[in-house]
């Protein structure tokens, strides 16, 4: 466990002032930006899905679920609350990502949907993290340390090679543990990393067989993989 910086704590920069007085100054912004970025996020789920309701449930018939038996779909939509709210994000943030509807005229794509919309009067800022998410792939990372409501950090589970990530994140971070084993979708911003919303977490007993799934996958395939098994452990109540 990283140690918090107490508020009346010295700096650790160096500057002589308290720490409530300097660095958490910034740490305040980057919180209030982080939160910027994801009520941008969250409008725009909220209006894909209420826009494109038809074209959103066949999307989550022929592609979310395509896999998906009729008693594994019981089993999802009978899941605790809890999990069916998280399981409705990572829905919502996947068809964003890389969905595309059928049968429809013209732009099919719900991402320049959503960055076409003047209605959703979105910043520049969300925008931007909105088109990332075109650009990170979704991944599988092991949780080795963890500062509820500030950061977390995270090693590639697939790329024992890779550097371990920090991710200041204060909403992520407020629902892992040190060892949990979760697929996430990395976003890049000014201080360095957060997760996009989309949390898949893997019960330890299950992280083998996963990673031997993805590591057999193609590359192209991975990110379907991890959700498919994801979805089943759902449809289990795991």
Not at 54 to 77: C, F, H, K, P, Y
Not at 167 to 186: C, E, H
Request: a negative charge; aromatic letters at 6%.
């Amino acid at each position: 466990m990283v140690k918090k910086i107490q508020r009346n704590a010295p700096c650790p920069c160096g500057s002589g002032k308290k720490y409530k007085k300097c660095c958490a100054l910034d740490v305040r912004d980057q919180m209030l930006a982080s939160a910027n970025r994801r009520d941008g996020v969250l409008h725009a789920l909220m209006w894909v899905s209420e826009h494109y309701t038809e074209q959103t449930d066949q999307w989550v018939n022929d592609v979310w679920l395509a896999d998906i038996s009729d008693e594994q779909r019981q089993g999802i939509m009978t899941a605790d609350s809890r999990i069916r709210s998280i399981h409705d994000i990572n829905l919502l943030e996947e068809l964003v990502a890389e969905g595309q509807y059928s049968d429809i005229e013209g732009e099919d794509r719900p991402l320049q949907l959503i960055l076409n919309a003047a209605d959703l009067e979105l910043d520049q800022a969300q925008r931007d993290y909105l088109k990332q998410l075109l650009e990170r792939a979704l991944c599988l990372y092991r949780v080795r340390a963890c500062v509820p409501g500030e950061s977390f950090t995270v090693s590639d589970v697939l790329h024992a090679e890779a550097a371990d990530v920090l991710i200041a994140d204060a909403y992520g971070s407020r629902m892992l543990d040190v060892d949990d084993v979760v697929g996430l979708r990395l976003m890049q911003v000014s201080n360095g990393w957060e997760t996009s919303g989309a949390i898949y977490h893997i019960p330890d007993e299950y992280s083998q067989e996963l990673e031997q799934l993805l590591l057999d996958a193609a590359d192209e395939d991975k990110s379907a993989v991890l959700i498919n098994f994801w979805l089943k452990l759902v449809a289990a109540h795991v």
